[in-house]
T-cell receptor, first 113, second 116 residues
Framework: SQKIEQNSEALNIQEGKTATLTCNYTNYSPAYLQWYRQDPGRGPVFLLLIRENEKEKRKERLKVTFDTTLKQSLFHITASQPADSATYLCALEREDSSYKLIFGSGTRLLVRP | SAVISQKPSRDICQRGTSLTIQCQVDSQVTMMFWYRQQPGQSLTLIATANQGSEATYESGFVIDKFPISRPNLTFSTLTVSNMSPEDSSIYLC?????????????FGQGTRLTVV
């Protein structure tokens, strides 16, 4: 069955450094992958979508890569700020339904001032 | 984009009772979804709310436990019935035309349910 793995351990970095989060998936080749941010007590908020034919996508300080051979996506936040502290979720289209999403469990990012 | 209002934002309920969660969207949408997010866990899809027909439930979720209404294209409710402490979770409403990577999903702020 389809699986998504994100590092369950929190990533703790110093302000100004680049944060890199990993999303690995198995047993399926999705047409796209998405990244969301979730703050405590809030619903997820969409950040970026990358399609299978795109190697890299950027939005301001965010960069996402999509390696369909490794079945992996990397999510980078450059010049990180304490306000970037949150949980980041990756999501893929469901193997059985392109309009449904399957989410990873998320990685919590803590940016120290 | 879509703005979703979900209420209540939180509640503490007695076991054996039921809670109905409301989801209002500021525009008409075709696809509306209900998720559950248990502490420290990922989002799990409960069901797809269909306008004019019964909801489509995912494996492990049944209509008797989680009845859903979808009276129009901007509103849906999820009821958590005969609650037990295991139902303590965050419940999220979501909309979005995500098929074939058309776009993102939008979420309500969630309902944090505690069953005692």
């Amino acid at each position: 069955s389809q699986k998504i793995e994100q590092n369950s351990e929190a990533l703790n970095i110093q302000e100004g450094k680049t944060a890199t989060l990993t999303c690995n998936y198995t047993n399926y080749s999705p047409a796209y992958l998405q990244w969301y941010r979730q703050d405590p007590g809030r619903g997820p908020v969409f950040l970026l979508l990358i399609r299978e034919n795109e190697k890299e996508k950027r939005k301001e300080r965010l960069k996402v890569t999509f390696d369909t051979t490794l079945k992996q996506s990397l999510f980078h936040i450059t010049a990180s700020q304490p306000a970037d502290s949150a949980t980041y979720l990756c999501a893929l289209e469901r193997e059985d339904s392109s309009y449904k999403l399957i989410f990873g469990s998320g990685t919590r990012l803590l940016v120290r001032p | 984009s879509a703005v979703i209002s979900q209420k209540p934002s939180r509640d503490i309920c007695q076991r054996g009772t039921s809670l109905t969660i409301q989801c209002q969207v500021d525009s008409q949408v075709t696809m509306m979804f209900w998720y559950r997010q248990q502490p420290g866990q990922s989002l799990t899809l409960i069901a797809t709310a269909n306008q004019g027909s019964e909801a489509t439930y995912e494996s492990g979720f049944v209509i008797d436990k989680f009845p859903i209404s979808r009276p129009n294209l901007t509103f849906s409710t999820l009821t958590v019935s005969n609650m037990s402490p295991e139902d303590s979770s965050i419940y999220l409403c979501s909309v979005g035309e995500t098929g074939v990577g058309l776009g993102e999903a939008f979420f309500g702020q969630g309902t944090r349910l505690t069953v005692v």
